[in-house]
């Protein structure tokens, strides 16, 4: 077995005063639906992050006066990649009228007011905190309850505070809301073990349904984790929801992470259709029924077969390969179903892209991983060129992973993986496929198994990975066999004996009640 990669350490977001900061927040929420307090939150949220390191900011030029600064200058902000908040939107301002009855519209000219005076930002803010149906009095709460947080300043930016607490309550209010029609927040392990494995130290990365960003998140924390310098990667992403894209363009602005976020359908209207990325990170909506596939019959992107008009999940993984670059790689989660389906025609299109020497791993997850659904998923990883490059030439191979017993329960309903697994996962992929200084790989029965594509087509182009990894190894205990089946039997004989006994006590008290034979 290969020694895996060090990997960064999790630091998630479960580290207690985020799980503190919750509890308040949901105490607040009333009878709000959570879809619409998320907005309301993590709006807040946002606008005392970058408060926070405007007045940090602001501080430093107040003493820097007398040499000519000027506190009161956007452009003084801008040079700092920090954005300019406007009198009117600071928080000290919003704190002193968190009481008034009309704290609702101040937020609003407040979100307005930063998104006139940092064009990056237009259209994203939420500006509905004057609506009748939001209580007032709450909102004045959720206020004074956020002031005393530090988040947006050099100390607490380091720490990664905010992007702490902002993607601990994503994932909170995934758990609160679900989620509809196959779209799924991306539990951070999962996204972990996505970019561990792809390894995105630079180049063009893609995820054509960002949600959140989440996968552009950890793509830079992956670099960073790894001695690499923000900037390595350009982002591009999409999605066709539009509260969600407001929450991918807030939740990347925070981070620093400059990219570019399209809004629409990523079907229909392709945000870049000339792209080609060195790296697709994504997690499509399961087993999408209402994608109007039968609009798109002759697509250029089906080039191994037009995908059935009732489930995209393979029009998703054409339009991965169709933005790849000569060299590019792809991982992507979908739901099992896509690794052995032959419903209208997926078994014909999965055997193109395996005869077209796509398929380069295949990684069976555990269940309850995700946070509102139990459907048990896989992950895909693609290579465009297999023959050398970075690594060794992977042609006709394929590695395929069973990860199904990993990880360990957080709570009654959810599973995550821990650092060890993600590294071994990870590990096992990396020597594989020959990245330097990962070790030699082997096979290990029951964990991993790289089968040539004549197996695969034997087995009808199934990619489950437990068709091929075999049954993990058994510890011999040292008892011979004969004496171990003398012992055995003698065991079962006393246990049937002992059923009888019980049968016949059994017996009798039905016939002291009357209801004997």
């Not at 929420?29 to 946002?46: C, P, Q, S, T």
């Not at 089906?302 to 390969?321: D, E, L, M, R, S």
């Not at 050398?388 to 590695?399: A, C, P, Q």
């Not at 059923?499 to 059994?506: E, M, N, S, T």
Request: glycine letters at 10%; hydrophobic letters at 35%; aromatic letters at 10%.
């Amino acid at each position: 077995m290969a020694r895996p990669r060090k990997t960064a350490s999790n630091g998630g977001a479960n580290l207690g005063f985020e799980a503190t900061l919750w509890q308040a927040a949901d105490a607040l929420r009333n009878n709000m639906d959570a879809g619409e307090y998320k907005h309301v939150v993590l709006g807040l949220i946002f606008l005392k992050y970058i408060s926070d390191a405007f007045e940090e900011q602001h501080t430093r030029l107040e003493a820097e006066k007398a040499q000519g600064a000027d506190p009161e200058d956007p452009d003084e902000y801008r040079a700092v990649h920090t954005f300019w908040v406007p009198p009117e939107a600071r928080w000290s301002y919003l704190k002193a009228q968190a009481r008034q009855p009309g704290i609702g519209r101040i937020v609003d000219d407040a979100m307005a007011a930063i998104e006139r005076d940092n064009p990056s930002l237009k259209g994203v803010l939420p500006k509905d905190f004057a609506r009748p149906a939001l209580d007032k009095l709450r909102l004045g709460q959720l206020i004074d309850m956020l002031s005393g947080i530090g988040l947006g300043d050099s100390e607490n930016r380091s720490k990664d505070i905010l992007g702490r607490v902002y993607e601990y309550f994503l994932s909170q209010f995934a758990s609160a809301e679900g989620k509809q029609s196959g779209q799924f927040y991306t539990p951070r392990v999962v996204v972990r073990l996505l970019v561990e494995m792809l390894a995105p130290y630079e180049g063009r990365v893609y995820d054509p349904c960002c949600g959140s960003g989440g996968m552009f998140v950890q793509s830079e924390q992956f670099i960073q984790a790894h001695g690499g310098k923000i900037g390595q990667i350009s982002v591009y992403g999409q999605e066709s929801n539009y509260t969600t894209w407001r929450l991918a363009k807030m939740n990347l602005a925070i981070r620093g992470v400059d990219a570019q976020i399209a809004h629409g359908d990523t079907f229909h209207k392709d945000g870049y259709p000339d792209l080609k990325a060195d790296y697709v990170l994504a997690n499509p909506p399961f087993n999408d029924s209402d994608w109007r596939g039968e609009l798109l019959r002759d697509d250029q992107r089906w080039k191994y077969g037009t995908p059935p008009a009732g489930n995209a999940n393979f029009a998703w993984v054409q339009h991965f390969i169709h933005h790849l670059s000569p060299t590019g790689t792809a991982g992507f989660v979908l739901a099992n179903g896509s690794m052995s389906s032959n419903q209208s025609g997926e078994g014909e299109i999965r055997k193109n892209i395996i005869e077209a020497d796509l398929v380069d791993c295949m990684v069976a997850l555990p269940g309850q991983l995700f946070y509102s659904t139990q459907i048990p998923v896989c992950l895909w990883f693609l290579a465009r060129d297999r023959r050398n490059g970075s690594f060794r030439d992977r042609r006709g191979e394929i590695l395929f992973i069973d990860a199904r017993k990993m990880g360990s329960m957080v709570d009654r309903t959810h599973r995550e993986l821990t650092d060890e697994d993600i590294q071994k996962i990870a590990g096992t992929y990396h020597a594989w496929r020959g990245d330097k200084d990962t070790g030699k790989y082997e096979d290990t029965p029951g964990f991993c198994r790289a089968a040539p594509v004549d197996e695969v087509r034997k087995h009808g182009y199934v990619l489950t990975p437990g068709r091929y990894v075999g049954a993990e190894a058994q510890e011999d205990d040292g008892e011979p066999f004969d004496e171990k089946m003398k012992r055995l039997t003698a065991q079962l004989r006393q246990q049937m004996e002992e059923g009888r006994k019980l049968d016949a006590a059994i017996e009798e008290n039905l016939k002291g009640l009357g209801y004997g034979e």
